[in-house]
């Protein structure tokens, strides 16, 4: 007997369903990407339980023939593709003829739909892949799609979805992408019948991202207009660098108009920004790139997030380009790097002017430079013979060399050809310095002995040298006081004298909505405003107040979307975490030995001295048994 047989089609369809519905944020995607590929100008959405219940998309799109209406359950039924040309070419968003009969495979679905010049509409029902009815009804032009009872035959993929919380913030950031991408349609939103996002046509993505995200946001973005013939042209705005994020969750791509998730344009962006931000904060960022056709590939993703380009790399560097350039003329960095000149002897008044000579002054062949101690800048400044040509072009050498450096031993000239001497390469302590342990903490008092970089304590015991990170040293001290206090219920809280407003984006909002307890028990005290506008009338006594709406949008944003359903204890960690990271103090901050004395008794209390509330270790041990064999004593 055969062992290969050729699967029935509601099988094949709800397999194809695992590829693409994988929860109820796809589905409302892929309806979405049919509405707008039919001209629609206003699409409404609406949701229960997370999309569990009932997802419902309503268009004036142009809408179907019954005949059409039918077929569009059928699997790979498009009217988007005819040829393998029309594959290597797409300008639709939708094109596979997969969706429809992949979610009709795991819900039941009733499609109602109607043509303008058509005197009735047509409704068609399906029930897991089943075709159950068809039949002429009433409404406008456009079409009307209802998933109720998302996977209610596949108990086990039902059983995989997450919280009604998580699938919302999902749902709601589905629907932000699509408003974004197309500002001159109007969104709607509601949740539980409870309006989430209403968004009227807008001229332009400036407005779009103003009824989205409120005024706060649009003050700091930077306009991106670039591109290169036959690449990418690059639109759309990327925010300052003091608008900021934790998580790249602000950071909105669409290729063609189409949203994706992609790492070239991701990279792109990050090579933009580099040595602007520091490592692990990102920009807001809302970018459209309008390639060619035939420069990408869509069909490399079931769910089409994906795409390929034909020259990558290009384009990675053309949307660096294209940030930079944006930055630049913000006056945030250098419009183009420093480009190399050629010293010419500077003409400065002194003694001497250049007026005194009649002829030019040569060019003076550039010497070696050295760093020399202060006494050999003095003589250098005092030269003892010489004709005055010669003195004057050896000052000019020297304040041009000296004048780009700030330290107290400035570079100069050498006055001898002898090479100065080059440290040679030194054995590096990367294997011998190890993460200490809790057991292993002298009991005899940590002294602090200076810093490294204004970053690092370095401090000594009894048993060697020991490194400690100022910045997790400091977040675990606030960890543990932010949940004492908690348990405790003693809040330290400090009034703002002017409360801080914050305009939150449809996501953030979810996120409050869950977590407005939380944040109040940890120093938050919050007034609901009009819309989406919320007051901050208090914050934690350990923040910066100047910092106070910043850090509350960093906290909503921090907190993972798949954990915004979970423990509530959990859940306070989290925010505790992401409060004393925000509050702790940073690398390059110079500290007094005061400061650093009570960091370390404050530290060697906590619950865990050695690590800091993600993990991270805190202190670095070089032992005096590792100093000693390194440098070969033992």
Not at 163 to 183: G, K, W
């Amino acid at each position: 007997m055969s062992k290969i047989r050729v699967l029935p089609d509601n099988l094949a369809n709800q397999i194809a369903a695992g590829e693409v519905v994988e929860r109820p944020a796809s589905v409302v995607k892929e309806m979405l990407e049919n509405s707008l590929d039919a001209g629609a100008a206003r699409i409404q959405i609406d949701v229960e339980l997370g999309g569990r219940r009932l997802i419902q998309i309503t268009d004036d799109g142009e809408g179907m023939t019954r005949d059409d209406a039918i077929l569009a359950f059928e699997r790979h039924a498009t009217s988007k593709i005819r040829t393998l040309d029309d594959l290597a070419a797409i300008g639709t968003l939708g094109f596979r003829g997969e969706a429809l009969a992949s979610i009709a495979s795991v819900a039941k679905v009733e499609l109602l739909t109607k043509l303008e010049d058509e005197l009735v509409a047509t409704r068609v029902v399906i029930e897991g892949g089943r075709l159950v009815d068809v039949k002429d009804a009433a409404r406008d032009k456009g079409t009307t799609i209802s998933v109720r009872d998302l996977f209610f035959n596949t108990p086990a993929r039902r059983k995989f979805m997450r919280s009604e919380a998580t699938e919302n913030y999902h749902l709601t950031s589905i629907v932000t992408h699509y408003a974004l991408a197309r500002p001159d349609i109007a969104f709607t939103l509601t949740n539980n019948g409870r309006e989430v996002i209403r968004v009227a046509p807008a001229r332009d993505l400036r407005e779009r991202a103003f009824q989205l995200f409120g005024g706060n946001l649009l003050d700091s973005l930077l306009p991106v207009s670039a591109g290169r013939e036959y690449v990418a042209n690059i639109t759309g705005f990327v925010s300052a660098p003091r608008e900021r994020r934790t998580t790249k969750d602000s950071q909105y791509f669409f290729v063609n108009n189409r949203f994706v998730r992609d790492k070239t344009i991701a990279a792109g962006l990050a090579e933009g920004y580099r040595s602007v931000l520091p490592h692990g904060v990102y920009p807001v960022a809302f970018l459209f790139l309008d390639i060619p056709l035939e420069e990408i590939d869509v069909n490399v993703h079931p769910a089409k997030t994906e795409v390929r380009f034909r020259r990558g790399e290009a384009v990675k560097d053309v949307i660096a380009e294209a940030v930079r350039d944006a930055l630049a003329s913000a006056g945030l960095v250098a419009s183009e790097p420093e480009p190399t000149i050629e010293r010419e002897p500077i003409a400065f008044e002194a003694a001497a002017t250049v007026e005194a000579f009649h002829q030019p002054i040569a060019k003076v062949e550039q010497p070696a430079i050295e760093f020399v101690p202060e006494q050999r800048i003095a003589e250098v400044e005092q030269p003892e013979s010489g004709s005055v040509a010669e003195d004057m072009a050896s000052d000019i050498d020297f304040f041009t060399e000296a004048a780009s450096f700030s330290e107290p031993e400035r570079p100069v000239v050498a006055e001898t050809s002898a090479p100065y001497p080059v440290m040679p390469p030194v054995n590096s302590a990367e294997k011998v310095a190890k993460p200490i342990e809790i057991e292993n903490l002298s009991s005899v008092k940590i002294r602090p002995v200076g810093q490294l970089h204004d970053s690092f304590i370095i401090a000594v015991d009894d048993e060697g040298l020991l490194l400690i990170d100022q910045h997790v040293a400091h977040e675990r001290i606030l960890f543990d006081k932010f949940r004492q206090s908690e348990i405790d219920r003693k809040i330290e809280r400090q009034n703002l004298l002017i409360p801080e407003t914050i305009d939150l984006s449809p996501a953030q909002s979810q996120a409050f909505e869950l977590i407005e307890g939380d944040l109040d028990a940890l120093g938050f005290e919050t007034m609901k405003l009009s819309g989406r506008t919320i007051a901050i009338k208090t914050v934690p006594t350990d923040l910066p107040a100047a910092e106070a709406r910043n850090l509350f949008a960093e906290i909503l944003d921090t907190i993972d979307a798949e954990k915004k359903g979970g423990a509530k204890t959990t859940l306070r960690d989290d925010i505790a975490a992401s409060l004393a990271c925000k509050a702790a103090v940073k690398i390059n901050m110079k500290l007094t030995p005061e400061k650093m004395n009570w960091m370390i008794d404050r530290l060697l209390v906590t619950t865990s001295p050695t690590t800091c509330p993600h993990g991270r270790p805190v202190i670095l041990r070089l032992s005096m048994k590792d100093i000693e064999r390194g440098f070969h004593r033992s």
